[in-house]
């Protein structure tokens, strides 16, 4: 079946760390995004990407890094430089350019400062 | 800048109950409007797309509707379940933005009780 999967579901980082968080599809699809959901808040769209060596910048971008090397994979990396690391964080893509077919949403990883 | 707005915020009901979930958004100029349900901890789950041509959608006891022109939609939940618990998002597609971008509602959750 076709998907998105993210891993880990959980993961820790101590101070000063970089933890990267993988994302993996097989939908084909062009298009891909991590979004950051914190408790009490709406889902912030951290970084897109829309063709393969091209990514840009959303609302959150700061403290955060991606790469997208292969279509199928977009991975997140937190740096330390993210102050406040600790959330929820869900990946998503959708085919780009044909923007009425919706998006579709990995299960999410969880990450804990510790 | 879209807002998506979604009311109430928690609705508790007990089974068996019609329910309808608000949700409202600011710039009429959407390719489409998305509902999502979201488990806790969990990543998203579609439930229904609509495009910005139609009016309303349905899939088993769920029926969105889409009223652009008043920037409205609504979820009807017929006959509720527990299973139904759970965390409802509300997200458009922006005309306005060269990437499509998703903007989400905060979200109603819903308790079902037996």
């Known amino acids: 079946d076709g998907g998105i999967t993210q891993s880990p579901k959980y993961l820790f980082r101590k101070e000063g760390q970089n933890v990267t968080l993988s994302c993996e599809q097989n939908?084909?699809?062009?298009?891909m995004y991590w979004y950051r959901q914190d408790p009490g808040q709406g889902l912030r769209l951290i970084y897109y990407?829309?063709?393969?060596?091209?990514?840009q910048k959303g609302d959150i971008a700061e403290g955060y890094s991606v790469s997208r090397e292969k279509k199928e994979s977009f991975p997140l990396t937190v740096t330390s430089a993210q102050k406040n690391p600790t959330a929820f964080y869900l990946c998503?893509?959708?085919?780009?350019?044909?923007?009425?077919?919706?998006?579709?949403f990995g299960s999410g990883t969880r990450l804990t400062v510790v | 800048k879209q807002e998506v707005t979604q009311i109430p915020a928690a609705l508790s009901v007990p089974e068996g109950e019609n329910l309808v979930l608000n949700c409202s958004f600011t710039?009429?100029?959407?390719?489409?409007l998305q509902w999502f349900r979201q488990d806790p901890g969990k990543g998203l789950t579609s439930l229904l797309l609509?495009?910005?041509?139609?009016r309303e959608q349905t899939s088993g006891r769920l029926n969105a509707s889409l009223d652009k022109s008043s920037g409205r939609s609504t979820l009807y939940i017929a006959a509720s379940q527990p299973g139904d618990s759970a965390t409802y998002l509300c997200?458009?597609?922006?005309?306005?933005?060269?990437?499509?971008?998703?903007?989400f509602g905060r979200g109603t959750q819903l308790t079902v009780w037996p």
């Open positions: 998503a893509s959708s085919i780009a350019g044909l923007r009425g077919y919706g998006y579709t």
């Open positions: 939908l084909n699809h062009d298009a």
């Open positions: 990407s829309q063709i393969v060596n091209d990514f």
């Open positions: 710039d009429s100029a959407i390719y489409n």
């Open positions: 609509i495009q910005s041509s139609q």
């Open positions: 997200a458009v597609i922006d005309r306005g933005s060269t990437l499509g971008r998703l903007y």
